[in-house]
């Protein structure tokens, strides 16, 4: 007769245990056949990688944002028509009128040439300059405060409006560049030179959509916004040289001209479409600057905004 089972030698449970976990490790590891697994590989399972915080972020989030505020022209586009009335009216009226009168001297080229540039970037100041009441809107709905407690940097959220902005007033230039056209006006159609149009309406509009978020965040009401930016919109569009030359102006508002950021922005966009003299290396340096002061100014109060 067999006697007894022979009773498990001690450690063997532990042994089988630490057998097993050896085995595992061998399979994860490439089943055996070649050198032990790899820590690496371990690390990165038990730790996921971290994520980008900072302004490591920032360009896709102000495209995130860009996307956001874009999107709402598919639900309402009647902003955009009835925006295109008053360029409409202002190169039908003004500037066949004063074509015809010939009182203001352009350099020898048809006033509504001259205009045209004028009107570009005074319908893309009339679109950004209210945004602000877009942002106190978010405020009263909920959504800013939502939107600042996500790893969003504020220069973010700022810039991807101030970018959307202009993406809307660049849709908003090709309308008045199309009735412009219309009317025979000779504006050119080099691909680079339209290329540097779009990039000096899309500064120019995130400067003052920068401004009129700036000025929400200071006086934090819509009513009051709605005041303000009657007040500077036609100051700013008649202390320019979109109507006329600088050099006619008296000498007081040739000096406000020199600062306002709409004359370098009608200069940049006059040399490229008709061809006149101008700077733009100048113009684009003082577009870029007040761009970016204006993101900065804009960021810094929004959180006062949200209180």
């Given amino acids: 007769m067999s006697g007894p089972p022979a009773a498990p030698r001690p450690g063997s449970a532990e042994t089988s245990a630490e057998t097993s976990a050896e085995a595992s490790a061998e399979t994860v590891g490439g089943g055996g ?28 989030r102000v495209l995130a944002m860009c996307v956001v505020e874009l999107q709402k022209l ?21 500037g066949e009128t004063f074509t015809r009168i010939k009182a203001i001297p352009t350099g020898g080229i048809p006033y509504i040439d001259y205009l045209a540039p ?6 893309a100041m009339f679109i950004a300059i209210f945004y602000g009441i877009m942002i106190i809107w978010e405020r009263d709905a909920g959504i800013l405060t939502k939107l600042l407690v996500t790893p969003t940097p504020r220069a973010a959220l ?17 309308v008045v560049i199309v009735i412009a056209a219309a009317l025979g006006v000779g504006l050119t159609w080099n691909p680079l030179r339209l290329l540097g149009v779009a990039v000096a309406v899309i500064l120019g509009s995130a400067f003052f959509s920068c401004l009129s978020m700036t ?11 709605m005041g303000i930016g009657q ?22 508002l040739q000096t406000v001209s020199r600062i306002n950021p709409l004359s370098y922005q009608v200069d940049a966009l006059r040399g490229l479409l008709l061809g ?10 003082v577009l870029l600057g007040a761009a970016v002061l204006g993101i ?12």
Avoid: C
């Fill in 231 to 252: 007040a500077i919109t036609m100051p700013l569009f008649f202390a320019s040289n979109a109507l006329y030359p600088v050099a006619i102006m008296p000498g007081w």
């Fill in 118 to 123: 004028g009107i570009i970037a005074q319908s």
């Fill in 33 to 60: 056949t070649g050198p032990g697994p790899d820590p690496g590989r371990f690390a990165l399972l038990l730790s996921p990688p971290r994520a980008r915080t900072g302004w490591r972020v920032l360009p896709a």
């Fill in 74 to 94: 598919r639900h309402d586009r009647t902003e955009l028509y009835t925006r295109a009335v008053q360029p409409a009216l202002w190169l039908l009226i003004f």
């Fill in 296 to 307: 900065a100014a804009a960021s810094s109060l929004l959180g006062r905004l949200a209180r």
């Fill in 276 to 285: 006149t003299p101008s700077h733009l290396a100048l113009d684009y340096g």
């Fill in 215 to 225: 000025i929400a965040g200071i006086v934090l009401t819509r009513d009051r916004l």
């Fill in 158 to 174: 700022i810039s991807g409006k101030a970018f959307a902005s202009g993406v809307k007033a660049l849709i908003q230039a090709v």
